[in-house]
């Protein structure tokens, strides 16, 4: 059976995400490792509650970025994982990192990229009045937040709206759209290819699958 190894940095709702997906059978595969790059991100405890290897790597403990996603691709590469996912993970990965898993490796970004890139997306939707926001999953590439995108899905935003309400309807869209797209990697119907994301042999346009 295939392998997941999942970063994360906090809440961890994401990573549930794929956790039950699994567990239902909706991705064809298991999670072997969680790691977090904080020992309190809530996200731990959701993976040990759901019996998961579960760790914690300080970046503290090391010299320098470079040295910490080295030691992080050894821990991981302990897995031999067909997939990298990204959830909720708040670092800024060296191009070492990035390009040892090129193809394998994804990330869920709160905007309807390549608008928002970055923090606070959420906080700027609402400062710009937009009328709608969303989230993207997207192949991870050196450019930040800036790799090829294979699925959007967009929310309203509504007279009124707080951060935190906004937070919880974009996330209830990553909860469905991240396990899809990790399932469809791991069916090798998805390719990074010529700085593009294909599916099933096509490329993907610019918002990924069934942009409107
Ligand atoms: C999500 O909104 C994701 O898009 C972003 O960080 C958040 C993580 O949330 N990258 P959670 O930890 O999965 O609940």
């Known amino acids: 059976m295939k392998k997941i190894v999942v970063l994360i940095s906090g809440e961890g709702s994401n990573l549930q995400a794929v956790i039950d997906a699994c567990r239902d059978g909706k991705i064809p595969s298991r999670i072997a490792a969680v790691f977090s790059n ?3 991100a ?7 509650m759901a019996e998961l290897p579960a760790h914690a790597l300080s970046p503290g403990d090391y010299p320098d970025r470079a040295a910490f996603d080295r030691a992080l691709v050894e821990r ?17 990965l060296s191009a070492e990192f990035v390009g040892h898993y090129a193809g394998r490796l994804l990330n869920i970004h709160p905007s309807l990229l390549p608008r928002y890139p ?15 926001h969303g989230t993207s999953v997207h192949f991870v590439t050196e450019e930040l937040d800036g790799g090829p995108v294979i699925l959007q899905a967009k929310v309203p935003v509504f007279t009124g709206d707080d951060e935190a309400e906004l937070v919880a309807r974009v996330k209830t869209q990553e909860h469905a759209i991240y396990p899809l ?3 469809w990697l791991l069916q090798n119907r998805l390719e990074l290819r010529d700085g593009g994301a294909w599916l099933d042999g096509q490329r993907l346009p610019p918002a990924g699958y069934a942009a409107d």
């Open 42 to 48: 809530y996200g731990l405890q959701r993976a040990a």
């Open 118 to 132: 970055g923090l606070h997306t959420h906080r700027q939707v609402l400062a710009n009045g937009d009328p709608e």
């Open 181 to 183: 797209a990790i399932r």
């Open 38 to 40: 904080r020992a309190d």
């Open 76 to 92: 991981i590469d302990e897995h031999r994982p067909d997939a990298v996912v990204l959830a909720g993970y708040m670092r800024i």
